[in-house]
């Protein structure tokens, strides 16, 4: 079964405006975090943001927040204010701190961020 | 965080050669991995390479197809045997610095086209 689910291939968001990105997981791991990497055209992978499975409130980075519902196990990404650089791919990643710790990524998003 | 490099950045080979990928990290670190990332597709570790031992592969991956070598704690190689045009993905290494989030920091990745 898929550990993380990201259930949109594609979004479009006009610049300025605000973006969720969802992403859904599946453990038994009473312990994880949840990440969010941005992957721009040049390929690297740029880390953004954490959410600890025992963190009682959602993460904030800047123009990123993750809203963490724990019992519906989600974790979606929230941009704030697009701007053309946020063009990229978003995957969302699991770590298991009990279970072999090794990253497991979703299939990505492609985000598009319109003049 | 840190800084890694890759090398080559970049690369067109030929059905049936050998390539080898460098990663060189600018602190020591205890695990590194490598990952494969098939075209419009997520990340896929391939191993995980700790100094001192034997590379630990991932389902699907095996040591004859996928040599590593991590003779300290600043470098590791990924060569990528007996190439076909199944191979032709963007190979990442990334490491593990046991930092805030326990993130993982990637490299820029290796684009590998096979012909």
């Known amino acids: 079964a898929q550990k993380i689910t990201q259930t949109q291939p594609g979004m479009f968001v006009q610049e300025k405006e605000a973006v969720t990105l969802d992403c859904t997981y599946d453990?038994?791991?009473?312990?994880?975090?949840l990440f969010w990497y941005k992957q721009p055209s040049s390929g690297e992978m740029i880390f953004l943001i954490y959410?600890?499975?025992?963190?009682?409130q959602n993460a904030t980075e800047g123009r990123y927040s993750l809203n963490f519902q724990k019992a519906r196990k989600s974790a979606n990404l929230v941009i704030s204010a697009s701007q053309l650089g946020d063009s990229a791919m978003y995957f969302c990643?699991?770590?298991?701190?009990?279970?072999?710790?090794?990253?497991?990524f979703g299939p990505g998003t492609r985000l598009s961020v319109l003049p | 965080s840190a800084v890694i490099s890759q090398k080559p950045s970049r690369d067109i080979c030929q059905r049936g050669t050998s390539l080898t990928i460098q990663c060189q990290v600018d602190?020591?670190?205890?695990?590194m991995f490598w990952y494969r990332q098939q075209p419009g597709q997520s990340l896929t570790l391939i191993a995980t390479?700790?100094?001192?031992?034997?590379?630990?592969?991932e389902s699907g991956f095996v040591i004859d197809k996928f040599p590593i070598s991590r003779p300290n704690l600043t470098f590791s190689t990924l060569t990528v045997s007996n190439m076909s045009p199944e191979d032709s993905s963007i190979y990442l290494c990334?490491?593990?610095?046991?930092?805030?989030?326990?993130?993982?920091?990637f490299g820029p990745g290796t684009r590998l086209t096979v012909l």
């Open positions: 990334s490491v593990d610095l046991s930092g805030v989030y326990n993130e993982q920091f």
């Open positions: 453990t038994s791991d009473p312990s994880y975090g």
């Open positions: 959410q600890g499975s025992y963190d009682q």
């Open positions: 990643a699991m770590r298991e701190d009990n279970y072999g710790q090794n990253f497991v």
């Open positions: 602190s020591q670190v205890t695990m």
């Open positions: 390479a700790n100094q001192g031992s034997e590379a630990t592969y």
